[in-house]
């Protein structure tokens, strides 16, 4: 069961004492007290674990302190949608909205390798009115010879470069979990110029102990993609773990399934989950086409692979691409085969927003339909 307090409740009021002094006594029941920032209020939420098959939702919603009492299923019980959840989606960081209906786009550089190619990337993501990007500072490499990435050396003049060309967000993958410490730490010595966004890979998404640690955690929000081997629910399972300690600002992001099944492409495209995923639960969903399709193969019609895949997961609702481009992908330390070039931008974010409407549009069709069925 959930208890959904009083939108701005003090914690220090006589109607949140009484409350909990009711919830922390119920016996066989253990109350977890979750907080949620939202653009205009902030929301106390507090989980009843345990022994709730015979509690009553009226008598927990005529306590003082509790607006409403939602019965909520034991799958993502933070981050899932549950009978007669109402409860809104998404969340606003450093000035960016990220949520279930809208969109927002990270092409950036898979692995930071010279600062040149940094303040490259960045000034064509100013010039084309872009606040978000990727930048890999910590590489996870299936070969251990291979560039393992710059590590906390590059993250001064990435940031510095960022906050340079009005970037606000940086998706940022780490291995470790020292890493939070070596990006909050540089952050805060440059006065915070940028904003990141925890990435954790798909070779991470089942490490309990990171997703742990960047869960206890609630100035960064997540970017948890999904295992390349294992069920959605297994990833989805992840993802809430990162909620269940305490931090609930995660975006789900498919990146393709790894199997023979899946050539010429690197990966099997799984992009028809994104409204899967958005139906079982409220995260906004990323897709990556990169890493799905591996390569910079074109089809007849003159569009390459890897656009026809970002087509395929925005024009379903996807609400955020992580996207690979270079300046000069023969020169990229990983990933260079399946960059995007510079030139190639602004005609990726038109056809993206065309396919961002054209989802808009595909919903009025349907509302269409069912309000006529409700005649
Ligand atoms: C990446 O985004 O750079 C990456 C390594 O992706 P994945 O974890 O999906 O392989
Ligand atoms: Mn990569």
Redesign the pocket.
């Known amino acids: 069961m959930l208890a959904i307090l009083h939108p701005d409740i003090a914690l220090e009021s006589e109607a949140y004492r009484q409350t909990m002094h009711f919830l922390e006594n119920l016996p066989g029941v253990s109350v977890r007290v979750h907080q949620v920032q939202g653009a205009q209020q902030r929301l106390t939420e507090v989980y009843l674990l345990g022994e709730t098959k015979s509690l009553n939702k009226e008598d927990i919603e005529a306590l003082p302190a509790v607006e409403r009492a939602i019965r909520i299923s034991d799958d993502y019980r933070i981050l899932g949608r549950h009978k007669d959840d109402r409860r809104q989606s998404g969340f606003t960081y450093n000035g960016v909205t990220f949520d279930q209906s809208n969109l927002n786009i990270f092409a950036g550089l898979?692995?930071v390798d010279v600062p040149e190619h940094v303040e490259q990337m960045m000034q064509v993501l100013e010039d084309n009115g872009q606040v978000c990007t990727?930048m890999?500072a910590y590489?996870?490499r299936t070969n251990p010879y291979s560039f393992q990435g710059h590590g906390k050396g590059c993250l001064p003049w990435v940031f510095e470069k960022a906050g340079k060309h009005g970037i606000k967000v940086v998706?940022m993958?780490i291995t470790h979990e020292s890493h939070i410490e070596e990006i909050d730490h540089c952050l805060e010595q440059l006065g915070r110029p940028t904003g990141v966004m925890l990435?954790?890979?798909?070779?991470?998404t089942q490490n309990f102990e990171l997703l742990k640690a960047i869960g206890r955690q609630t100035t960064y929000p997540v970017l948890l993609?999904?295992g390349?081997g294992i069920t959605l629910n297994e990833s989805l399972n992840a993802a809430e773990y990162l909620a269940s300690e305490g931090n609930a600002n995660v975006i789900f992001?498919l990146?393709?399934m790894k199997t023979e099944a899946g050539q010429p492409h690197r990966n099997m495209v799984d992009f028809a989950h994104v409204p899967a995923v958005k139906r079982l639960t409220r995260m906004p969903v990323c897709v990556?086409p990169?890493?799905s399709v591996g390569s910079r193969e074109r089809a007849p019609d003159g569009i390459l692979d890897v656009m026809h895949a970002t087509a395929q997961g925005v024009i379903a609702g996807a609400n955020m691409v992580?996207v690979?481009f270079h300046p000069k992908p023969e020169k990229a330390l990983?990933?260079g085969p399946q960059a995007l070039l510079m030139k190639e931008l602004p005609a990726y974010l038109e056809d993206i927003q065309l396919c961002h409407d054209t989802w808009k549009k595909r919903q009025q069709i349907y509302n269409r339909l069912k309000e006529s069925a409700a005649e």
Do not use: W, Y
């Open positions: 898979c692995a990727r890999g590489k996870p998706a993958e990435q954790v890979g798909t070779r991470n993609k999904r390349f992001c990146r393709g990556d990169s890493h992580l690979d990983v990933d």
